[in-house]
């Protein structure tokens, strides 16, 4: 009798329900270029009467966030609290979680309470990760202040802490109710950061939008102060890629539904580079790598042209981001792959280039050798140019 | 330009995107009344080719845990791997769900596997914390092994952790795929958790099934021994209030729309009982108490007849289920009150009875006074009957 539909049956062996239900989810993306006054405003406005609870990191505390909480809190006419919680990806445990669960106890937060991340992707991971437990979900908005959180990690819907060295062992599925995102808050970003930022924009524009990539190969620069200089030109470098991406997440946001994902792309064989570097190369430099080989293999496969290729090495290099790492051996390529594997259902769905601006899928039975990869890593350990 | 749907607008100052979603989730819930072995053919068939941990507690692993499991491997033709986590309320910590993403890392449980809990609510609400966020969520089975597991803890979505004394500060919705009801299982039970599970049962009774509330009244003896030799009788009781449950629960899942919820009688004066006592009393005895005493306001305030409130103190001592608790205080009632409105976002809905099968939902502007509780409280510590 199991099966039946929203009735109780009743029998002498069995009885059976099946519960079904469809939750609604949304949540709202703005990009502005105002100063951070006009964030604190926006930000006063999103959370009304609400409790509220801002969280940040150390970095960014003292230029980013007390001017938008300052504004905040005088638009509202009562000081919003703020924690102020350790960066780094080694803080993304259920400790940090528990922290802003004993400040969110200690404001006193009720569940109608919204907690606000105003940082980077570690931080914007543990908001999203307390947002979700506790008292079985707050609402909570998301401030992006790196070029990551900006384009990627920030407006999607994922949180997620490490756990025993595994990147991301542990996360949830939260969808924010705003994220707010401003260039201004990319003023205090190390150049490294920012450049490894830089490495998801691409990834969408090699998958998605070729303009895209014809804006990145015609930019001068790209350094924080020209892309603030040439704020009209970033921003809407910045938007294409969010816009890009949100096409590719909002059909599957809770990645519950089979097929493929274009934004995998860039992400089989990065967490390995990341892990095994103890988290010392950034998630973005992985990801050119991861780049860089899936472009070499699609090419050596006949999937991309030569030349396509050579324009993707170029835009990497371009934005002096690197195209191999001593971290990412034969082994952990073969390794990733079978992780890639597993992770996705028994199914590699290992995404490549075909062209610019469209991602092709390679799905089990493709054949990638152990001296495919070989040859492919000793290639670009040398930016050799093979056609 | 926010709010607009499903489309990119980029304009000098802002650029605006809505994202939307509809996530639809479905489980089944079935209650057999074959043995012991008979559950592990069932889970075998569920678990099918999947990876699977078993999460269990030392006090059901021996009786339940082990001829289940023993029964589904056989039947699978592989050892299914069992991790014991030790019971109470005090393990439900983020270090118990570690203990569980432990053990999912040694199984090398991949994102298709599944956790089986078989235990009491302990257990399965750490099932389903570790299932919600493991690899950002794995799907879950449960095998509740306590009364209150098969009516009421086992057959919602909810899991939660208790946090400095917090009863489910933290918690989660995660749908399981599959609830496995059988009353077999309640053989271990001690007898005081049996009869604090009744009072779950009564609850459901009270406020919308006056059929199963004459059931109770009908039934001789509240016994394990007794339940099961008259195992017709006594699944259609667990039935029929399980089913009055999921009815209520069904239209607000996630409770994340608005309105009453009728199930939550019993639970407004229960979580202080329960927290002030260091949960030396039981969840079901506090909902008992929590039963008597919205009972006794409904009848003071005349929504409830002086013989049906009789009928439901009858059918409480009937259960042998308790009527008051030194540690429901006046001040703890008037915190209890308080909290509801918070938890309840700023509404009282105070869930009180209106005749037999009947729940009816006291809105914020009823006056609950020091006075009509003090009053309350010292009629139920005396079980006077005032008229």
């Known amino acids: 009798v199991a099966g039946d539909q929203n009735q109780s049956v009743m029998s002498p062996r069995t009885a059976a329900r099946r519960v079904e239900c469809a939750r609604a989810v949304g949540y709202d993306i703005r990009l502005t270029t105002g100063s951070v006054s006009l964030i604190g405003q926006q930000l006063a406005d999103a959370v009304g009467e609400r409790r509220a609870l801002i969280v940040t990191t150390p970095t960014v505390n003292a230029v980013v966030t007390q001017p938008i ?17 350790a960066g780094g990806e080694e803080r993304k445990t259920h400790d940090s979680v528990e922290a802003i669960a004993d400040a969110a106890l ?20 543990l908001v999203t990760m307390a947002a979700s437990s506790i008292r079985r979900g707050l609402s909570h908005i998301r401030v992006p202040t790196t070029l990551v959180g900006l384009v990627d990690a920030g407006v999607g819907i994922k949180g997620a802490l490490n756990f025993r060295g595994r990147k991301s062992y542990i ?11 401003n260039q201004a808050f990319l003023a205090t970003l190390p150049d490294r950061h920012f450049r490894a930022g830089l490495a998801e924009i691409v ?19 790209f350094t924080t102060e020209h892309f603030a200089l040439r704020r009209g030109q970033s921003d ?27 934004a995998d792309f ?47 090495r170029a835009v990497l290099r371009h934005l002096s981001l690197p195209l191999s790492s001593p971290f ?15 992770h996705r259902r028994c199914k590699l769905n290992l995404i490549v280039p075909a062209a610019i601006g469209t991602g092709f899928c390679l799905v089990e039975g493709t054949e990638i050798s152990d001296a495919l990869l070989r040859g492919a890593l000793a290639v670009l350990a040398q930016d050799l140019v093979v056609r």
């Open 236 to 262: 809407t470098i910045v938007w294409r890629s969010v816009a890009c991406l949100l096409d590719e997440l909002e059909s599957n946001l809770f990645e519950d539904l089979p097929g493929e994902r274009l």
């Open 106 to 125: 200690l404001s006193d937060l009720d569940r109608t309470a919204v907690l606000v991340g105003i940082g980077g992707g570690v931080c914007l991971d």
């Open 69 to 85: 909480v300052s504004a905040a809190s005088q638009q509202l006419r009562r000081q919003l609290p703020v924690l102020i919680v």
């Open 328 to 342: 990412l051996t034969l082994p952990r390529c073969l390794e990733s792959l079978d992780a890639a594997r597993r």
């Open 203 to 221: 990834k969408m524009a090699i998958i998605a939008d070729a303009e895209l990539f014809a804006l990145l190969e015609r930019e001068p620069l």
């Open 171 to 181: 996360g949830c599925y939260c969808p924010p109710e705003l994220v707010l995102l």
């Open 266 to 312: 860039g992400h089989t064989f990065s967490p390995v580079i990341e892990s095994a570097s103890a988290f010392s190369v950034l998630h973005g430099e992985a990801v050119a790598v991861d780049i860089a080989l899936s472009t070499e293999l699609a090419a050596i496969l006949g999937i991309l042209s030569c030349d396509t290729r050579d324009r993707i």
